[in-house]
């Protein structure tokens, strides 16, 4: 709702700032700047310091959960009432968790990676000067701000932040007397994820459109590189999805501040009846998962799209099956929406329906492995450059799978009954699309470093940051999935004082020592980030030796991306190595006629006349071979 | 080439087409909020059983006046007949402000005189509120849009922009009102 009024703003007032944008200030060019480029770099920014943040507080619950009755004096200094006396209070450790899934699920992982790329990534490659609004695409970077402010506010208000769960489910949410962390931090929480929706939807829209309606001469649909396909469909869940969870939000509001009973109903609360009366808590599930599961695709999609652009660039062969690519990312797509019951399997549901959305669930392990098979295809036998981008992209294929493997489990309606709300859950999601997802964003910073800081990133460094992150995040999660075997629950403070659940404290203890180290190990990228940014080597044009349209634009930035007329594209993305070739990659924007020895038949499916011409060469070229 | 720029620089057919998505993320909220209506009315007593209040009716009537005001005003503004234009724009901005008073004056019927009241043990009843409220606050939003369109009349822009401005304002406008339709539809199907 608030989007509305925002968006109309936008609509209402970058009429006004056509006319004056070629006036350069310091204001306008670093702060509210309109040029994605920009813009791509304050959500990359905005996001790294999320997830150092978030990164933090997991390794405080870390330190929790391996010490349990260990006192740490520093922590009490450092949280104050939050740890008396050196021990994480227990209503700290659930905000710990909550904010921590929070902020990387939806700052980092949708509005750090999407905001980032789409918005880097979608005008340079699909050749246009900028995004359909630039105004409405900068109100979405600040909208992404001030909700990033707010939600981190939310640890200086006096009952702390909001500890329900990232999923916030009522009635526990709704009932701010119900829990420290239920009451302005919860509110704060409610707030904010408003204004985060409103910032998604507006980069969102821009994305769509820019896609469907600015793309340059001859970048027709399935000349589009495959981050762009992954970027676009991603904008397209946001746009379908998030506005239900805005929906869901409003309700819950209502339920919180005004005594409505959308979701409650029969309370006891203290030994006192509340008034509510007919409410039904599933509702809100239904509302938030509607959302909540294409949302775990809007996370892993752009990290497809920019690990397939990697991994092709860098095995310097044609990505393998791109029309299938193409097609389960649109599958995908589709299947997301409806799926989401599979996170309610043990709300009471109708058997039946469970088995419905457990084969819908189970169908979208095919699109998935086809991108799989695809890309370990592209690898085959490719020329392969391990440059620390690709090292990301093949661990993200490495995580997709081994976590992909543990939600076919999961989906089933019968065995999520004994793994439900386990940490077998908690290892499944960390690595199929927390670990993955992260990595495909730091295979894309890794490779898209120099057009976005015209440096590039030291290789030692990121190979050292590959490897400890890489091992780390497998001796982090791989062990929870015995965990949660044996019904180790989520979320609890301190279940090693279970008798059935103590031999687990040594796992604890080792895992949150792996912790530690991956996280040391985000120490060597943000040195590495910040020194690049700085003094890094200088980058030439075309560091990779790559087709795609952005390695045409020239090294420094300039609005408009394109000196002059914006290049005319000719054939598809992935022609790498191609026989007949003088290089072994052949640009998006040369065209046929200067590579007559590398083109083959089906470069010419839809050009009949150009197909004629080169026959005629061939025979021609015959002709010739039989005389020498 | 400074001429190619500013071109390719406009986009309004892009721009456009924002609005055309925004459109599609309004429908999917109020999706969601008319599916959380069929499900939360599924369950037992939770029927809506309220006579909507005539006031609707007015309300509904006046919004779709205002559509074909909107259309009138749109037709001005292509044949070059900007005194109209503006002129019609100014009754559909009226109309809307009617419609929004009628709106607020049914909620006080259905409180006052009807005793359903927006914090209700039936959130089915509360759902009326929720309805035509974010309806209410999206309709505010394309009331300042329709005031930007007609400040454009007053400073003399460019025709291309001034159509630009008329088919953005037009597309929300006529949106709001088949939103309208489909929402007041829904509950009177519901009603019993």
Redesign the interface.
Same mark, same amino acid.
């Given at each position: 709702?608030s989007?509305?009024?925002v968006?109309?703003?936008g609509?209402?007032h970058h009429?006004e700032g056509?006319e004056h944008h070629h006036k350069a200030t310091f204001l306008n060019t670093y702060v509210f700047s309109q040029d994605h480029k920009y813009i791509a770099k304050q959500f990359l920014v905005t996001g790294i310091i999320m997830a150092f943040i978030a990164m933090t507080l997991s390794i405080l619950f870390r330190i929790q959960l391996a010490y349990p009755d260990k006192s740490f004096p520093l922590l009490e200094t450092l949280l104050g009432r939050f740890a008396p006396g050196g021990r994480l209070s227990a209503d700290f450790y659930m905000s710990l968790v909550t904010i921590h899934g929070t902020i990387m699920v939806f700052f980092v992982l949708t509005a750090g990676l999407s905001g980032t790329f789409a918005n880097l990534l979608i005008p340079l490659q699909v050749g246009?000067?900028?995004m359909?609004?630039p105004f409405?695409n900068m109100l979405s970077y600040w909208f992404f701000l001030i909700a990033c402010v707010i939600m981190l506010s939310s640890f200086f208000v006096q009952k702390g932040p909001a500890s329900g769960g990232w999923t916030i489910y009522p009635p526990l949410s709704a009932l701010p007397k119900a829990m420290s962390g239920s009451a302005e931090g919860m509110t704060l929480w409610l707030i904010s994820m408003v204004c985060f929706v409103a910032s998604s939807?507006m980069g969102? *829209?821009?994305y769509?459109?820019?896609v &469907?309606?600015?793309r340059t001469k001859g970048m027709d649909l399935w000349k589009m590189p495959l981050t762009i396909w992954a970027l676009f469909l991603t904008a397209i869940l946001g746009? &379908?999805? #998030? /506005?239900?969870l805005?929906?869901?939000i409003?309700?819950l509001i #209502?339920d919180r501040s #005004?005594?409505?009973?959308?979701y409650l109903s029969d309370i006891v609360l203290n030994g006192q009846v509340q /008034?509510?009366?007919? =409410?039904?808590p *599933? &509702?809100f599930e239904?509302?938030f998962w #509607?959302l909540g599961h294409p949302e775990v695709y809007i996370v892993i999609m752009p990290a497809m799209g920019i690990s397939s652009e990697v991994i092709a660039v860098n095995s310097r062969k044609p990505i393998f099956g791109y029309h299938a690519m193409v097609y389960s990312l649109i599958g995908i797509t589709l299947l997301s929406f409806i799926v989401w019951g599979h996170h309610m399997f043990v709300t009471g549901m109708n058997p039946f329906l469970g088995g419905v959305f457990m084969i819908t669930t189970l169908i979208i392990a095919v699109p998935s492995a086809v991108k799989t098979f695809n890309w370990l295809a592209t690898l085959w036998r490719g020329n392969i450059r391990f440059t620390p981008a690709m090292l990301f992209a093949i661990g993200m294929v490495s995580f997709f799978i081994s976590g992909g493997l543990t939600g076919i489990f999961l989906g089933n309606a019968a065995l999520d009954i004994n793994l439900h709300d386990t940490y077998f859950v908690v290892a499944h999601f960390h690595l199929v699309m927390g670990s993955a997802a992260i990595f495909g964003m730091l295979a894309g910073v890794y490779h898209w470093f120099p057009k976005m800081y015209r440096r590039v990133m030291d290789e030692r460094l990121g190979y050292l940051h590959f490897w400890l992150t890489f091992i780390g995040a497998y001796l982090v999660f791989f062990p929870m999935h015995f965990m949660g075997l044996d019904g180790v629950p989520r979320r609890y403070y301190a279940f090693t004082e279970f008798e059935s659940m103590k031999r687990w404290l040594t796992v604890n203890t080792f895992i949150t020592w792996a912790a530690i180290m991956s996280g040391l190990a985000q120490v060597a990228f943000i040195f590495n980030f910040v020194y690049s940014i700085f003094w890094g080597k200088k980058t030439i044009q075309n560091p990779w030796n790559a087709n795609t349209l952005e390695w045409t634009a020239p090294i420094e930035h300039i609005h408009?991306n394109w000196h =002059?007329? *914006?290049p005319t594209v000719y054939r598809w993305p992935y022609d790498y190595s191609k026989p007949g070739a003088d290089e072994d990659f052949i640009p998006q924007t040369v065209p046929f006629s200067q590579t007559m020895a590398s083109n083959l038949p089906h470069d010419f499916e839809d050009n009949p006349a150009g197909l004629e011409h080169h026959t005629q060469w061939e025979t021609a070229n015959k002709a010739n071979e039989q005389v020498k | 080439m400074a001429r190619t720029h500013q071109e390719d620089r406009q986009n309004l057919g892009a721009k456009k087409f924002n609005m055309w998505i925004f459109i599609f993320t309004s429908f999917m909220f109020f999706a969601a909020l008319s599916s959380g209506f069929i499900v939360y009315s599924g369950g037992k007593g939770h029927g809506l059983d309220v006579i909507m209040p005539r006031a609707f009716m007015y309300s509904t009537a006046v919004l779709i006046i205002s559509s074909i005001t909107l259309f009138i005003a749109s037709k001005a503004a292509r044949q070059l007949q900007f005194a109209k234009q503006r002129q019609f724009l100014w009754i559909t901005f009226f109309l809307g402000i009617a419609f929004f008073v009628i709106q607020v004056y049914a909620w006080y019927v259905l409180t006052y005189k009807m005793g359903v009241y927006f914090v209700n043990p039936n959130a089915s009843r509360t759902f009326i509120y929720v309805f035509s409220g974010t309806h209410l606050l999206h309709v505010l939003a394309a009331l300042l849009v329709l005031l930007n369109t007609i400040k454009g009349t007053y400073r003399n822009i460019p025709q291309v922009r001034n159509l630009y401005k008329m088919e953005m304002t037009s597309i929300f406008w006529h949106f709001l009102d088949i939103i309208w339709i489909y929402l007041y539809v829904f509950l009177l199907l519901n009603q019993y």
């Open positions: 709702m989007t509305l009024a968006h109309d703003h609509v209402v009429e056509h246009a000067r900028d359909a609004s409405v939807l969102g *829209i821009n769509v459109s820019t &469907l309606n600015m746009v &379908l999805s #998030f /506005p239900v805005v929906a869901g409003v309700l #209502f #005004f005594g409505t009973s959308f /008034p509510y009366v007919g =409410g039904s *599933i &509702l239904h509302l #509607f408009g =002059g007329e *914006i | -």
